[in-house]
């Protein structure tokens, strides 16, 4: 019979290698050089059991000698009949005394030290039968699959206070390379050839392809399954459409704003600010490889700011992020469905679990002040209870300056004041937009002069969204440039653009007046921001016009009232002006502060 190639089993033995220090995760926490014999491997033993005892959790490493049996017949074999580097034998030894101080694994080594054959049984085999010594690289490629996932696991030391939950998952792994070892030691007692052997390790690797596909599937079901249920909110499509919103990358100050600094770097874990910039800011931080979890909050989705609702958002996104620690929430979900649809503390103690076993993470809310009294105090009181339980968890909030809210946070929050230091961003948005508005009086044929005139007289709009003309509530907000800049363009001529460049309002409040003051004389206008500012729900564009399609009194409407109407109405933005924006066919507000100057 022929003698298998030396070079070919090199090659299989040097595939194998590589592929195992592909797998592993953080391939830089082991030195695979120290440990190259079994005299190394039994004293490493020695020293965890005398560091143990000391400990006093001792757990007798005898149940290991199965495993280390197997590999010492296994590795004597090798060496008479196959003559690998020692390079490449060095990976079972040192991989073995890297497992050996978890006491969870101990009784899984063991069973795989018991699945292993007795090679000095085969040694005559080994001896005639020269392709037998083939199928010696499957059970060096079945021990470093072994190693593998348990390095994986074991090695993120974070994973040790989730082990009851997580375990399962991990040990049912282990027990598809088990079965990859019994049928390799079925093939050493038939007339094995090489084609065989590369039929086997093929399969090998489809049998490990193969369950993780059906693990990641049975998971992805499960926790759609569950988020189904949970009915987490999705902030992912606004992160995005604020910031194709965003015309300017505002917030650059950030960088080197000391206070902020240290909240993302050091010690401070709390922080307060507010404005638009939030959106540009996860983005920033989700790309720098920072976990950030984040809700934006809205004064016209008040159930969202539920706290249960909140915590299954962050829940969510932490789990969509991370599905190791999903087995968590399966749990559970299948033990306590009940508490985790329904009790805040609950799924809070949940969240902190995963919280600490993930390690670094920030929470960004924004928007806290325009939710109900009712609503954000049961908010804000359990994120700050969250964040004191998770050291690692650094929390911001976005919020205006609301005496209550600064009162709750005085002494556990850093205040951030965007107010006055975001006048860079607002004069560079202004300038964007001016130049379209440049560009579009050009078109309807200003001179030069007046386009000089409208642009020297815009720069304005900065210093006055930042508040050096007047005192107001809302200073230093984006709101305002935008406002006053929506009014302007809307105007369809050029000596209207003029005319209200040359009275243009001083700060907030007077937008706002003006807007109103407009309207005043547009019934259906005041119809439609009572319908937005009253309804329980955002209205659709497709709701708003079957309202206007009612008239007082009127016991029926036909198909054609509503189509003259849909006509006569279905641009409801021009209609109300820029007090209101249309997203994705959703009527609403264009700020927060909109709907509180329109009840007032």
Same mark, same amino acid.
């Given at each position: 019979?022929?003698?298998?190639?030396?070079?070919?089993?090199?090659?299989?033995?040097?595939?194998?290698?590589?592929?195992?220090?592909?797998?592993?995760?953080?391939?830089?926490?082991?030195?695979?050089?120290?440990?190259?014999?079994?005299?190394?491997?039994?004293?490493?033993?020695?020293?965890?059991?005398?560091?143990?005892?000391?400990?006093?959790?001792?757990?007798?490493?005898?149940?290991?000698?199965?495993?280390?049996?197997?590999?010492?017949?296994?590795?004597?074999? $090798?060496?008479?009949?196959?003559?690998?580097?020692?390079?490449?034998?060095?990976?079972?030894?040192?991989?073995?005394?890297?497992?050996?101080?978890?006491?969870? $694994?101990?009784?899984?080594?063991?069973?795989?030290?018991?699945?292993?054959?007795?090679?000095?049984?085969?040694?005559?085999?080994?001896?005639?039968?020269?392709?037998?010594?083939?199928?010696?690289?499957?059970?060096?490629?079945?021990?470093?699959?072994?190693?593998?996932?348990?390095?994986?696991?074991?090695?993120?030391?974070?994973?040790?206070?989730?082990?009851?939950?997580?375990?399962?998952?991990?040990?049912?792994?282990?027990?598809?390379?088990?079965?990859?070892?019994?049928?390799?030691?079925?093939?050493?007692?038939? /007339?094995?050839?090489?084609?065989?052997?590369?039929?086997?390790?093929?399969?090998?690797?489809?049998?490990?392809?193969?369950?993780?596909?059906?693990?990641?599937?049975?998971?992805?079901?499960?926790?759609?399954?569950?988020?189904?249920?949970?009915?987490?909110?999705?902030?992912?499509?606004?992160?995005?459409?604020?910031?194709?919103?965003?015309?300017?990358?505002?917030?650059?100050?950030?960088?080197?704003?000391?206070?902020?600094?240290?909240?993302?770097?050091?010690?401070?874990?709390?922080?307060?600010?507010?404005?638009?910039?939030?959106?540009?800011?996860?983005?920033?931080?989700?790309?720098?490889?920072?976990?950030?979890?984040?809700?934006?909050?809205?004064?016209?989705?008040?159930?969202?700011?539920?706290?249960? /609702?909140?915590?299954?958002?962050?829940?969510?996104?932490?789990?969509?992020?991370?599905?190791?620690?999903?087995?968590?929430?399966?749990?559970?979900?299948?033990?306590?469905?009940?508490?985790?649809?329904?009790?805040?503390?609950?799924?809070?103690?949940?969240?902190?679990?995963?919280?600490?076993?993930?390690?670094?993470?920030?929470?960004?809310?924004?928007?806290?002040?325009?939710?109900?009294?009712?609503?954000?105090?049961?908010?804000?009181?359990?994120?700050?209870?969250?964040?004191?339980?998770?050291?690692?968890?650094?929390?911001?909030?976005?919020?205006?300056?609301?005496?209550?809210?600064?009162?709750?946070?005085?002494?556990?929050?850093?205040?951030?004041?965007?107010?006055?230091?975001?006048?860079?961003?607002? /004069?560079?948005?202004?300038?964007?937009?001016?130049?379209?508005?440049?560009?579009?009086?050009?078109?309807?044929?200003?001179?030069?002069?007046?386009?000089?005139?409208?642009?020297?007289?815009?720069?304005?709009?900065?210093?006055?969204?930042?508040?050096?003309?007047?005192?107001?509530?809302?200073?230093?907000?984006?709101?305002?440039?935008?406002?006053?800049?929506?009014?302007?363009?809307?105007?369809?001529?050029?000596?209207?653009?003029?005319?209200?460049?040359?009275?243009?309002?001083?700060?907030?409040?007077?937008?706002?007046?003006?807007?109103?003051?407009?309207?005043?004389?547009?019934?259906?206008?005041?119809?439609?921001?009572?319908?937005?500012?009253?309804?329980?729900?955002?209205?659709?564009?497709?709701?708003?016009?079957?309202?206007?399609?009612?008239?007082?009194?009127?016991?029926?409407?036909?198909?054609?009232?509503?189509?003259?109407?849909?006509?006569?109405?279905?641009?409801?933005?021009?209609?109300?002006?820029?007090?209101?924006?249309?997203?994705?066919?959703?009527?609403?507000?264009?700020?927060?502060?909109?709907?509180?100057?329109?009840?007032?």
């Amino acid at each position: 019979m022929a003698t298998a190639p030396s070079s070919w089993l090199d090659d299989a033995f040097n595939s194998a290698k590589e592929d195992f220090k592909k797998s592993l995760k953080n391939p830089a926490l082991y030195d695979f050089s120290k440990i190259v014999r079994i005299e190394d491997v039994y004293d490493e033993a020695t020293r965890i059991q005398r560091e143990q005892a000391k400990t006093k959790t001792l757990r007798g490493l005898k149940r290991l000698e199965p495993l280390i049996n197997g590999l010492k017949e296994y590795s004597a074999v $090798v060496e008479v009949f196959i003559q690998v580097k020692p390079d490449v034998m060095s990976l079972i030894w040192t991989s073995s005394s890297v497992l050996f101080a978890f006491e969870k $694994v101990v009784q899984v080594i063991r069973d795989i030290g018991t699945a292993l054959p007795n090679f000095q049984v085969y040694g005559e085999l080994f001896q005639s039968n020269h392709d037998i010594r083939r199928a010696l690289c499957l059970f060096y490629a079945d021990i470093l699959d072994f190693y593998a996932v348990l390095l994986n696991f074991l090695t993120n030391r974070r994973l040790k206070v989730l082990m009851e939950s997580i375990w399962p998952n991990i040990r049912s792994n282990i027990g598809s390379i088990q079965d990859n070892m019994k049928h390799h030691k079925e093939i050493m007692t038939t /007339n094995v050839t090489l084609e065989e052997i590369l039929r086997a390790d093929r399969a090998r690797k489809e049998a490990l392809d193969h369950y993780a596909q059906q693990q990641a599937s049975n998971d992805d079901q499960t926790f759609r399954t569950i988020r189904s249920e949970l009915n987490p909110q999705e902030y992912d499509r606004k992160l995005r459409r604020i910031s194709l919103q965003s015309s300017v990358e505002s917030g650059e100050w950030l960088k080197s704003e000391p206070d902020f600094t240290r909240w993302r770097d050091a010690a401070d874990r709390t922080l307060r600010c507010k404005t638009f910039l939030v959106g540009n800011l996860i983005k920033g931080m989700q790309n720098s490889g920072s976990r950030v979890l984040f809700v934006f909050l809205s004064h016209d989705n008040q159930s969202a700011g539920d706290t249960i /609702n909140v915590l299954h958002t962050i829940l969510y996104q932490l789990l969509d992020d991370d599905p190791t620690y999903r087995s968590i929430l399966y749990e559970a979900y299948h033990s306590n469905y009940r508490r985790l649809k329904s009790d805040s503390s609950f799924v809070m103690g949940l969240l902190c679990k995963i919280l600490k076993a993930v390690g670094p993470s920030f929470i960004i809310l924004d928007g806290l002040d325009e939710l109900d009294e009712l609503y954000w105090k049961g908010l804000l009181s359990d994120m700050l209870q969250l964040h004191e339980s998770c050291p690692e968890t650094k929390l911001l909030i976005s919020s205006r300056e609301e005496r209550d809210i600064s009162l709750r946070l005085k002494e556990k929050a850093v205040s951030l004041r965007v107010d006055h230091k975001n006048f860079e961003d607002i /004069n560079a948005f202004v300038q964007l937009k001016c130049r379209d508005l440049l560009r579009e009086m050009a078109a309807l044929g200003a001179d030069e002069q007046t386009c000089f005139k409208v642009r020297e007289t815009l720069g304005t709009i900065a210093e006055n969204a930042e508040g050096r003309f007047t005192l107001t509530k809302y200073l230093g907000m984006f709101i305002y440039a935008r406002l006053v800049l929506d009014m302007v363009s809307e105007k369809g001529t050029a000596p209207d653009i003029e005319a209200e460049v040359e009275d243009l309002p001083r700060g907030l409040d007077q937008a706002y007046g003006r807007l109103l003051l407009r309207i005043k004389s547009k019934p259906t206008a005041r119809i439609i921001l009572q319908w937005i500012a009253c309804a329980r729900r955002p209205l659709t564009e497709e709701e708003m016009l079957q309202i206007l399609a009612v008239k007082p009194g009127q016991l029926d409407f036909t198909e054609l009232d509503r189509i003259k109407v849909r006509k006569e109405f279905r641009d409801i933005r021009k209609e109300c002006g820029p007090i209101i924006e249309i997203s994705e066919g959703t009527i609403r507000f264009v700020h927060f502060s909109a709907k509180e100057v329109t009840i007032s």
